[in-house]
């Protein structure tokens, strides 16, 4: 099937040539990075005012229950990241506008994306992610009634309870938002990302490739340093250390190849150089 002159015009746009890797790596990270911190202060706030109430009705009412805790704490902490994800989603489409725009002659302003309904996938993404944001809010909970249960079994009083959990429940809470922080913003701007170049390739009819690319230090996971540099077509899979990816940050590459992943894939033209 031959092309239109415009849809020639926009591959032509869409060829940036050279693709410079740890520039293009340090632009997705600097957005990452700002996005994590964003949220890890807003998970930090909630988990602290989620952990401190908790501590204050028990030694007040020397009541608590689990399911209503990780209730009254998923009512809150659903909505936080749902948001996150939104912001996450928009923020990774405007850079790559913004990232294209300066590549396209002035004369020539094709706005790539005109056709990608963010809300859809922000909605699909969102239910992808409902149980495991779930099961959060229950391990939180759960985490308080195992201090009160050995509490109580230790003969403590309500007060000493109340205030071991306190003092026991908010390191772990800030440790779990900072995990949390880090591999959610990670893996919803690898999720948007890959869809933002998926269906470019498709409304150009682009020969769009993906390159896997780690991080290169000793904290780098062995499966991800032999992944590094592997590269496919957008509707291949890289092998991530026997796992099929379509890209960083996929569920089907399971806890092991997602958590505190920082590798990064970059997207170009099959005619491009990447350096």
Not at 187 to 213: C, E, G, P, T
């Amino acid at each position: 099937m031959s092309l239109s002159l415009v849809q020639t015009k926009q591959i032509q746009n869409f060829r940036q040539g050279r693709v410079n890797t740890r520039k293009e790596i340090r632009r997705q990270q600097v957005l990452r990075t700002n996005l994590e911190r964003r949220i890890y202060r807003q998970l930090l706030s909630e988990f602290s005012r989620f952990v401190n109430t908790k501590a204050y009705l028990f030694k007040e009412f020397n009541l608590y229950n689990q399911f209503i805790a990780a209730r009254d704490l998923e009512e809150a902490f659903l909505p936080i990241m749902f948001m996150h994800y939104k912001k996450v989603f928009r923020s990774v489409f405007d850079s790559n506008e913004s990232h294209y725009d300066k590549i396209k002659k002035a004369d020539e302003a094709i706005i790539f994306g005109r056709n990608i309904d963010i809300e859809e996938l922000i909605e699909i993404y969102n239910k992808g992610r409902l149980l495991y944001l779930s099961g959060i809010t229950m391990s939180i909970a759960k985490k308080v009634e195992r201090i009160i249960t050995d509490g109580r079994e230790e003969g403590l009083s309500v007060s000493k309870i109340a205030e071991n959990i306190s003092s026991k429940v908010l390191p772990i809470s800030r440790s779990r938002a900072a995990l949390i922080a880090r591999t959610e913003t990670h893996n919803a701007a690898s999720f948007a990302n890959h869809q933002y170049h998926d269906i470019l390739k498709k409304d150009l009819d682009l020969n769009m490739m993906k390159r896997w690319v780690s991080t290169s230090d000793d904290r780098t996971r062995s499966a991800h340093v032999e992944a590094n540099g592997q590269v496919r077509a957008m509707n291949e899979d890289f092998d991530i250390g026997g796992s099929q990816m379509s890209h960083a940050g996929d569920p089907r590459g399971g806890a092991k190849n997602n958590v505190n992943c920082r590798c990064v894939i970059i997207y170009a033209d099959a005619e491009d150089i990447v350096l």
